[in-house]
């Protein structure tokens, strides 16, 4: 079954530009990610800077872009994870509420409940596949 991490970038470090890179403290959260992540068969991002620095970061490359993690994810998450094998790994890396609203839509689905707030840098979900669809779901929470 196809696992598709879901995370929301790490911190950036000017708010209020939308092209801007990760901060230091982003970027140390991006290591600390790393030492913790298997290896992924596909590694995409939204299109955006911090989005992409992210997934680099975490995974060590960047597989490719995917627009569909802007504004959709829900939609998109079940087509990423069917590009990859029965057994593989995928990162996508998103931002805030577009990995809320869809793993909210999904846990309510599978009878699961998130618990805590948002998911805040660099956290998210981890949906399990199984023949196109959601079987599990699990709230990745950054240490």
Same mark, same amino acid.
């Given at each position: 079954m196809p696992v598709l991490d879901i995370r929301r970038h790490a911190?950036?470090?000017?708010?209020?530009?939308?092209?801007? @890179?990760?901060?230091? *403290?982003? !970027?140390?959260?991006?290591?600390?990610?790393a030492k913790?992540?298997?290896?992924?068969?596909? #590694?995409?991002?939204?299109?955006?800077?911090?989005?992409?620095?992210?997934a680099e970061r975490v995974a060590g490359r960047l597989?490719?872009?995917?627009?569909?993690?802007?504004?959709d994810l829900g939609g998109? @998450?079940?087509r990423? *994870?069917? !590009?990859v094998g029965e057994k593989d790994r995928v990162l996508?890396?998103?931002?805030?509420?577009? #990995?809320?609203?869809?793993?909210?839509?999904i846990a309510s689905r599978l009878g699961t409940t998130l618990h805590g707030k948002s998911f805040g840098y660099g956290e998210g979900v981890r949906v399990t596949y199984a023949k196109g669809a959601p079987v599990k779901i699990e709230e990745l929470r950054a240490r």
């Open positions: 911190e950036r470090m000017n708010l209020q530009d939308n092209q801007s @890179a990760l901060s230091v *403290a982003g !970027r140390a959260m991006c290591e600390r990610l913790d992540a298997p290896r992924y068969k596909l #590694v995409i991002s939204s299109p955006l800077p911090r989005a992409k620095e992210t597989d490719g872009i995917d627009p569909g993690l802007l504004p998109a @998450a079940a990423i *994870a069917s !590009r996508a890396v998103s931002h805030g509420g577009i #990995v809320d609203l869809p793993a909210i839509v």
